[in-house]
């Protein structure tokens, strides 16, 4: 589409600054002729294009030239809104100053409210998005974090590490960072995560290494063909996980799971939290394991 090479063809020259009309139309797979054409709408609609010949020259745009919002059609620019509230949930610095310049060039910006992410989960305190807020700080500073953490084997320990990113997988937020203790790169999930204090000390970002989790999960263990059968009232907890071509449903309206998943503390916990909702079918081993688990719950309460 002609709209959409004009746009573009305007931010390659927003982003590049000078780019010759055969390079233009090499990425575009059209004529040089197309491109002058191009050219001349674009500075018909007003901006301010230049095109200079001979060794060296080339096409570009007047210095300090910003996009106006007749280049960007009405979809375009919901999605930009939609990607800059979206980004709001970080909280981002000088994040709302870009909005405002943002309905500058669109008027409708303000209006696009109707999208809300929130990191922290159900009914965890005000302390839990400030943690996302104090790391993306410390990230930002290039300050080192200590704080508080539990593995996946219930071990307590304190750590020193330099935060790099924030992971979103499988329904829950880790940590990448390097850990002092450790002397390498590790994996922390948010939720286990305590105490989280700024420390004056900085640090260099270091070249990306394999992260070790800090728990045993799927990245550790081989994976076990598992064949689960769930009520009626644990589906909607299995679509939160699972696709539902895993998922197949019996006559008597309950529904089996069959999939291959890495055997850990992890997967009995999850079995379990299901409660009487479900039943382990295969393999053996796992059905043993859970059955002792219960009986060994049952104790507690005799």
Known sequence: MKRNRLFEITTILLNKGTITA???????????????????????????????KG???????LENY???????????SENLLLAFNTLRATQYPELDIALEKMGAIFKNALDHDWVEVDFSPWGSSPNEQNKFNEIKRAMLGRNVIRFDYVNGEGHRSIRLAEPEKLIFKNNAWYLLAFCWQRQEHRTFRISRLKKLEIQADTFDVKVPSEAKPEEQNAGQQSLIALKLCFQAQGLNRLYDYFDDSFIIQNGDGSFTLEIALPEGEWLYS??????????VIAPENVRKIIANRIRQALKLYE
């Open 22 to 52: 055969r390079e233009l139309a090499d990425r575009f797979g059209v004529s040089t002729r197309t491109i002058y054409r191009d050219i001349d709408v674009l500075s018909s609609a007003g901006v301010p294009v230049y095109m200079n």
């Open 55 to 61: 060794n060296g020259g080339g096409i570009h745009l």
């Open 66 to 76: 910003t996009l106006n919002r007749m280049l960007i059609s009405e979809h375009e």
């Open 270 to 279: 999850y079995i379990l939290s299901f409660g009487s909702f479900v039943k």
